[in-house]
């Protein structure tokens, strides 16, 4: 069967901001783009070896109606929520926490000097699992497979399956209803990957160093740059003169009314409301 090849519909250029206490931090998926990635939420890059660009961190602060995905790439963060649970997240680890219900939690650097650098992205819940009871899937780096690429780098796997002709590899995530691919990829100069994708899933590519041509046009998408690709199952991709490091973000998009604000990620108004009512009133989770 031919594989059809998706094509570069957008592109966004990460924005420079802060969040939590002075965190400096790129932010790429927005409440901006209007759930134009759905059930992408929001993609946020931070990475400073400044200590004060983060010694800040995020304290206590809560969520509802999503899951959180942090994933280190240099440094280390503790984190610890109202339930009593605690996790230390390394370089290479993830955490993928479902706050549904609600979560109260602080992400907080566990360094005063060097680099800390990671991603955090929100992907939706669908409206009946919102008010699931939270749960956590966290992974040390040594659990998520890393396939070695014939002419030079590596795909990480956590989420989805990558299909080649002779294996399937499998990341560690698992139990989620939209169907997540979450890959970390390194691409030599002079290199070509074509990634499957299910034809139904909304698919986003972010580059984080280098640059990256898009198939056989032109286009090229540059460190800091998001690209959403539309209609086909696979993704072709390739480099010029320079390495590449980017993330593959797909998953089933959800076609749920979606009203954000703030910490809190549901389907009316009604229900931000009393999200915030159940948060000063102490019964958030």
């Given at each position: 069967m031919n594989k059809q090849t998706r094509q570069l519909a957008a592109v966004i250029s990460g924005q420079d901001t802060s969040d939590g206490v002075g965190v400096r931090l790129k932010r790429i998926v927005s409440q901006q783009q209007k759930n134009a990635f759905d059930p992408f939420i929001l993609l946020d890059e931070f990475g400073s070896d400044e200590p004060t660009d983060y010694i800040g961190g995020f304290p206590d602060h809560p969520h509802r109606g999503f899951e959180t995905v942090t994933y280190m790439l240099a440094g280390a963060m503790l984190h610890r929520d109202h339930l009593g649970n605690e996790g230390h997240l390394r370089a290479g680890d993830v955490q993928w926490m479902?706050?549904?219900?609600?979560?109260?939690?602080?992400?907080?650097?566990?360094?005063?000097?060097?680099?800390?650098?990671?991603?955090?992205?929100?992907?939706?819940?669908?409206?009946?699992e919102k008010m699931k009871p939270p749960h956590y899937q966290d992974f040390a780096a040594e659990k998520i497979p890393r396939l070695a690429l014939a002419d030079g780098g590596y795909i990480k796997v956590i989420a989805g399956d990558y299909v080649t002709e002779t294996q399937t590899i499998s990341g560690p995530v698992t139990g989620v209803t939209t169907q997540p691919l979450y890959f970390d990829v390194l691409l030599s100069p002079k290199q070509q990957l074509d990634i499957p994708i299910n034809p139904q899933h909304t698919a986003l590519i972010y580059v984080y160093q280098g640059e990256l041509a898009i198939g056989a046009s032109d286009r090229i998408l540059q460190a800091g740059q998001l690209g959403q690709f539309i209609n086909g199952d696979n993704i072709q991709l390739a480099t010029q003169q320079q390495s590449a490091q980017f993330l593959v973000l797909a998953a089933l998009p959800l076609n749920e009314p979606v009203v954000q604000s703030g910490p809190f990620v549901m389907n009316s108004s009604e229900e931000i409301e009393q999200a915030f009512r159940d948060y000063r009133n102490g019964v958030l989770t």
């Open positions: 479902t706050a549904a219900h609600g979560i109260i939690h602080s992400e907080m650097p566990e360094q005063e000097n060097g680099l800390l650098h990671g991603f955090q992205l929100w992907i939706n819940l669908p409206a009946k």
